[in-house]
C-alpha cells in the first residue's frame, strides 16, 4: 500500500498570499495517477487536481499542480477567502487507493 | 447536471445491518466507476471500495474487505454500502464518488453530499 505523507500539518496564511502544499509517496505513483481535493466543514470534498497537473473542470487556474515519481506539490498562487479549508492527496495508479492525511489552510 | 444523491442519516445499534444508498442521475450510470469513501468524526479521508455498474466488478481496500458488502442496481442507477453487524465504530460519514475510466482517467469528479452513519447503543 503507498502511504502519502502531506506536508505541513497545518499552514497559517493570509488572504492573496501564495500556498504550498506538499505531499510524498512511500513509493512512486504510477502514470503521476495524483489528485488533490479541497474540503471545507460540512461539505464534501471537491476535485481540484488530477493526473498531478490537470485541473478540474471549472477549477480557478490560481491553483497548480506539479510533480511526478514520489514528490507532488499543490500550489495555491493567491489565497482568497473561499480557499481556507482541507485538503487532501490521493494516489489512484495503485490498489488500494489512498489518501494523505490532509494539509489545513487556515487564515493567519 | 450530474449527482450522487445519498441516502438519509441513520442511528444503528450494535450487531444491526444496515445498507445505504447512492443514486446517480445525469450522466450514464454505466460508464463510471462508484467508489465508497469514509471520514470518521474528525479524520480524514479512507478509500473502502469501488464497482463497476456495467459489470459489477468489485474492488475493496484490504481495510475494509470482509466487514462491508458493496453491490449495485443498474437499472436504477443507485449503489449500495451495506454491513451486517454494525460495530460502534462504524459510525462515520460515508461518501460515494464517481470515477471516469471510459476515455480520460478522472478520479472523484463527483460526490455524493454524504450519509451520516451512527452506531451507538
Sequence with gaps: ?108 | EVQLVQSGAEVKKPGESLRISCKGSGYNFNSYWINWVRQMPGKGLEWMGRIDPSDSDIKYSPSFQGHVTISADESISTAYLQWSSLKASDTAMYYCARFSVRGVIIPFDNWGQGTLVTVSS
Design chain 1, 1 to 108: 500500500e503507498i502511504v502519502l505523507t502531506q506536508s505541513p500539518g497545518t499552514l497559517s496564511l493570509s488572504p492573496g498570499e501564495r500556498a504550498t502544499l506538499s505531499c510524498r509517496a512511500s513509493q512512486s505513483v504510477s502514470s503521476s495517477y495524483l489528485a488533490w481535493y479541497q474540503q471545507k466543514p460540512g461539505q464534501a470534498p471537491r476535485l481540484l487536481i488530477y493526473g498531478a497537473s490537470s485541473r478540474a473542470t471549472g477549477i480557478p487556474d490560481r491553483f497548480s499542480g506539479s510533480g511526478s515519481g514520489t514528490d507532488f506539490t499543490l500550489t495555491i498562487s493567491r489565497l482568497e477567502p473561499g480557499d481556507f479549508a482541507v485538503y487532501y492527496c490521493q494516489q489512484y495508479g495503485s490498489s488500494p487507493w489512498t489518501f494523505g492525511q490532509g494539509t489545513k489552510v487556515e487564515i493567519k
